[in-house]
């Protein structure tokens, strides 16, 4: 059973901090993993899709990566700022005679001005 | 990309009674999924929802406490049946992924139960 798990659960730094997110996932056979951002009482806003042929995705100050053969990605964030402090959300797309999404339990990041 | 919007957006709703909520995509799409995500919690998947055929529910969740249709390839409604203040959560629309592209989520809609 694939299972999803995000380190850590929460986080508080400094504005201007780099700081990386990370996510394990413990069957390596998934088609894809997208990292996703929740506002507090909000839906979800896709950040990066990385198809599983692919290592890492980029976008602005966000790059992540994969590495499916052990199980990990990770969420990079330059130069945090104050607007970033949200919930981020793992997700790994499995292919079971149909596609199923399994969400981690979310990093939990405030960044302080 | 996908745009989706849910109705409503929030309620309090007392105990025993049912609520629908509403899906609305601004493009025709497959598959459409509910997800419950209850109080400092992630994302559960309720079930998967395709046009012109049954909902396809996940363990742990049944027809009769959660009714789903979907009677065109851009609406979907979730009804929450017989309440309980268990079932106090913020319910998510959400459509792909249906071939490797993004998964779109709606805005949620905020339920509590009394």
């Known amino acids: 059973k694939q299972e999803v798990t995000q380190i850590p659960a929460a986080l508080s730094v400094p504005e201007g901090e780099n700081l990386v997110l990370n996510c394990s996932f413990t069957d390596s056979a998934i088609y894809n993993l997208q990292w996703f951002r929740q506002d507090p009482g909000k839906g979800l806003t896709s950040l990066l899709l990385?198809?599983?042929?692919?290592r890492e995705q980029t976008s602005g100050r966000l790059n992540a990566s994969l590495d499916k053969s052990s199980g990990r990605s990770t969420l990079y964030i330059a130069a945090s700022q104050p607007g970033d402090s949200a919930t981020y959300l793992c997700a790994v797309i499995i292919n079971t005679g149909g596609f199923k999404t399994i969400f981690g339990a979310g990093t939990r990041l405030f960044v302080k001005a | 990309s996908a745009v989706i919007s849910q109705k409503p957006s929030r309620d309090i709703c007392q105990r025993g009674t049912s609520l629908t909520i509403q899906c609305q995509v601004d493009?025709?799409?497959?598959?459409m999924f509910w997800y419950r995500q209850q109080p400092g919690q992630s994302l559960t998947l309720i079930a998967t929802a395709n046009q012109g055929s049954e909902a396809t529910y996940e363990s742990g969740f049944v027809i009769d406490k959660f009714p789903i249709s979907r009677p065109n390839l851009t609406f979907s409604t979730l009804t929450v049946s017989n309440m309980s203040p268990e079932d106090s959560s913020i319910y998510l629309c959400s459509v792909g992924p249906s071939g490797g592209e993004t998964q779109y989520f709606g805005p949620g809609t905020r339920l509590l139960v009394l």
């Open positions: 990385i198809q599983s042929s692919q």
């Open positions: 493009s025709q799409v497959t598959m």
